[in-house]
């Protein structure tokens, strides 16, 4: 802000010059040459009348009349360096002077938007502290919608300084994904990828944003990217879940278990995860053997999910349709987890193909938080939602039909019947 008042104060002078300088200069070569003109003319229209009289026999010493006249008229010389002498008092000016900078300030404050501007500078300088509590897993206190809106701004400001930064484009993308805002997750995850393509957390985050968009022609792309992640380094647990997840999502059972158990092999028993992992090996393994019942009975098999006890670090959802719902012809359940204030941002989501049958139960965990740095276990309170989307794509259409829950706590179970729409 200090260099924004000096440019305006350099500029405010730079208008005083143009108001005063031609009110010291202007004015008098202007009277000079008016002066000039006015003593030419009068010249010139009286040698016209001597002439005029003398061709009539009015005048009989013509030459001395010429003569008187041009006398007169050099007399006239010094009246005019008298009036050149003769200034403009600074007490005239003044006042204008005064009224310009009034004007100058007084309309900017009024219409220059002053305090957005102070706003947005003071929430740049917070850019350090934002981004060191989004990044930081043991923060209790999630940033707020407010706070990430903050973020995404200070965030899009050094960017545009320091386009280059690739770690500042991963970083806009996550919140975008985060804000369920695709174009700006994905052009963002898109631009670190090329400015870094063999960074293992920028190739991880721009593939999940392709798989979070929904976009089939993408999907192939993302899987091969995350799977040149995993043969760098074959311990890089959060690529093997994006693929285990995707697999389960493609009914592709056998991989999603293959993935899982390499997760579970990495992370070890004793890690508070590998229950969770046994849970879903479990799950993908009872869809293996369904598929296979009705392989070999040629009859048809009605999923049913057994009671089961909900894990503390998960909740459970039972989804509904009513009968009113009228489901389009392909598409995707997602199931989204936000904060018991009902803020739109979600902390968790899921995209679960309508090939499913409804009822259909689903656990949702960490492992379906939408940034690392934000774990669904976080929250001792939530709200779940679920939609039907056509395509896939996270952001809200107007017709699609939607459910939500109460405010249930952290390994709870809920029943989610979808029966509105947008």
């Known amino acids: ?48 009348e001597l002439e005029e009289e003398n061709s009539e026999g009015l005048v009989v010493n013509q030459d001395e009349l010429v003569s008187e006249l041009q006398q007169s008229l050099l007399d006239d010389v010094p009246m005019q360096a008298k009036q050149q002498a003769v200034g403009i008092s600074p007490l005239m000016v003044l006042p204008g002077l005064i009224l310009l900078v009034g004007i100058c300030y007084g309309m900017y404050l009024s219409v220059g938007s002053l305090n957005k501007v102070e706003a947005w500078q003071e929430t740049v300088s917070r850019l350090p502290d934002l981004s060191k509590r989004l990044m930081d897993d ?23 300084d320091t386009p280059n930064d690739a770690t500042g484009w991963l970083l806009l993308g996550r919140i975008g994904m985060a804000n369920r805002d695709a174009e700006t997750s994905q052009g963002a995850m ?23 968009v929904g976009d089939p022609n993408q999907g192939d792309f993302a899987r091969q990217i995350l ?38 092999n990495v992370i070890g028993e004793n890690d508070p995860r590998a229950n969770m992992l046994t849970r879903s090996i479990e799950r993908a393994q009872a869809r293996i053997d369904k598929v296979s019942t009705v392989d070999v009975s040629g009859g048809s098999v009605t999923d049913k999910v057994s009671a089961v006890d909900v894990p503390a670090d998960s909740v459970t959802v ?15 359940l997602i199931l989204s987890v936000h904060s018991a204030d009902g803020a739109p941002m979600p902390i968790a989501a899921r995209r679960i193909p309508l090939s499913s049958q409804f009822p259909i139960t689903v656990t ?59």
């Not at 647990?237 to 993935?259: C, G, K, P, T």
């Open 364 to 422: 949702l965990d960490d492992n379906d938080s939408m940034i690392p740095e934000r774990k669904m276990s976080s929250l001792s309170e939530m709200i779940v939602k679920a939609r039907i989307d056509s395509d896939g794509n996270v952001m809200t259409k107007q017709g699609d039909w939607y459910g939500q829950s109460d405010v249930l706590s952290l390994g709870a179970s809920t029943i989610v019947t979808i029966n509105k729409q947008y």
């Open 227 to 264: 799977r040149s992640v995993v043969q760098r380094d074959p311990s890089d647990v959060r690529a093997l879940s994006l693929l285990a997840f995707d697999a389960f999502e493609r009914n592709e059972y056998q991989q999603a278990v293959s993935y899982w158990t390499m997760m579970k």
């Open 190 to 212: 898109l631009r670190a990828y090329k400015l870094d393509p063999g960074n293992p957390e920028i190739k991880v985050g721009y593939a999940q944003t392709l798989m979070l």
């Open 138 to 160: 043991q923060n209790a206190e999630p940033l707020s919608d407010q706070e990430m809106d903050d973020l995404t701004l200070a965030l899009r400001t050094r960017l545009h």
């Open 318 to 332: 039972n989804v509904t349709l009513d009968p009113t719902v009228l489901l389009p012809a392909q598409g995707f």
């Open 1 to 48: 802000m200090t260099l924004f008042w000096i440019v305006t104060v350099i500029l405010v002078l730079i208008a005083g010059a143009i108001f005063v300088i031609p009110m010291y200069k202007g004015k008098e070569q202007d009277d000079v040459a008016s002066r000039d003109e006015l003593n030419k003319a009068f010249f010139k229209d009286r040698i016209s």
